[in-house]
């Protein structure tokens, strides 16, 4: 095989690999036009370091009922979700500056308890992220696992559930 014909088919062998998820199936992270529409909550604090501690004291009972569940959500992930069933996991990003923004992860891999996955939200306040962007993260940075149905019903979304109950100007933590 020609040096140039190799490398082509090592890069297309390995653009194959990076699409794929953990089941060897690509997710193709289409959501329902009846899945719930996200809303976003700001929150503003007087210091984002308390603020986000303020956050996460109040998410926890609610990421630690995700985190119960997340376990089995995971094991069907990886064997194989039914068609037209999409895993998305949440997660906590923050920058230099101390802002923060839970957002929505496309998973395609978890492996050795790392998610790689895709921003699937818009990024509005963090600042180095974008939607769509290839994001790992430990799983213990799981803040709330969400399975969309192609009927727009979800399962999961505990925290999720939680925030769209709050008043979605937020308020001062």
Known sequence: MRPLRALAAALSLLAAACATSGTGRPQEGRLSPDAPPDRPVHIAGKSPAKTLASWRALIAPYVAKARETYPDAKR????????????????ILSDP????????????HIEDGVVTGRIFSDVGTVRGYKARDVYRFPETDVVDWLISKPDGSEEGNVVGKFIDGLPSQGGAL
């Open 97 to 108: 500056e101390g802002r923060f923004e839970q957002v929505f992860v496309l998973v395609d």
């Open 76 to 91: 069907r992930y990886l064997a194989g979700l039914p068609s037209g069933e999409t895993f998305f996991v949440t997660t």
